[in-house]
């Protein structure tokens, strides 16, 4: 089975920088995905890791330790839009299938204030 | 948008009966997932197909089943329907189902009702 703990909720400043950290515990590891969600809406891709490290795309920043099973994604020059929910979510093989499986953490709720 | 279309939108039902969610996948796409969002939990990993055939299950009940049609769109049959199984479903699509990074592009859900 796969564990996958973020926080619930943050709240951070407009223009701010706001850490938004993910464990997780799995088998068959392959990935992890940052995605953003808007209440009500559809999840919207932001960011993968395989790799140790640092990726880097624009305002957004995703990190991944796989030795310690644990992400953040960052968030700089923060500005109202947004505000959502961010999930992590964890690629892994899918025994017996041979196909790699997605599987969410529960989001953390972001509100940025002025 | 994202490509992947869902229907309907919301759907308002009472308890004990059934429903057909549909998803067309984005052109192309071959692999179509379905998930469950409830209120106070995740994006709950139901079922996957990957051109026509089954390849992984994840938490779905046995009321709940789904198929995917030559023309590669799927739908999600819910029977029995409890008040519990109110949630929004999404639909994704990604290109493949063996690529590790494998990107699936999510619909915008059906908001389904149970009273």
């Known amino acids: 089975g796969q564990n996958i703990d973020q926080p619930t909720e943050m709240t951070a400043t407009e223009g701010a920088i706001v850490q938004i950290n993910c464990t997780y515990q799995?088998?068959?590891?392959?990935?992890l995905f940052w995605y953003q969600q808007h209440a009500g809406e559809a999840p919207t891709f932001l960011s993968y890791?395989?790799?140790?490290g640092l990726e880097e795309k624009g305002r957004f920043s995703s990190f991944l330790s796989r030795s310690k099973g644990y992400s953040y994604l960052l968030l700089k020059e923060l500005q109202m839009k947004d505000s959502a929910s961010y999930l992590c979510?964890?690629?892994?093989?899918?025994?017996?299938?041979?196909?790699?499986?997605?599987?969410f953490g529960k989001g953390t709720k972001l509100s940025v204030i002025p | 948008d994202s490509g992947v279309t869902q229907t309907p939108k919301h759907l308002i039902t009472a308890t004990g009966q059934r429903v057909t969610l549909r998803c067309s996948p984005r052109?192309?796409?071959?692999?179509v997932y379905w998930y469950q969002q409830s209120l106070d939990q995740g994006l709950q990993f139901l079922i996957q197909?990957?051109?026509?055939?089954?390849?992984a299950k994840g938490n779905i009940l046995e009321r709940f089943s789904a198929q995917q049609f030559p023309d590669l769109h799927s739908e999600l049959n819910l029977s029995s329907l409890e008040l519990g199984d109110s949630a929004l479903y999404f639909c994704?699509?990604?290109?493949?189902?063996?690529?590790?990074?494998?990107?699936?592009?999510f619909g915008q859900g059906t908001r389904l009702t149970v009273v």
């Open positions: 052109s192309g796409d071959l692999s």
């Open positions: 979510a964890v690629s892994a093989t899918y025994s017996g299938a041979g196909s790699y499986q997605l599987t």
């Open positions: 994704a699509s990604s290109v493949e189902w063996d690529r590790q990074n494998t990107e699936a592009f």
């Open positions: 197909y990957y051109n026509g055939e089954e390849r």
């Open positions: 799995t088998s068959g590891f392959n990935g």
């Open positions: 890791n395989v790799l140790d």
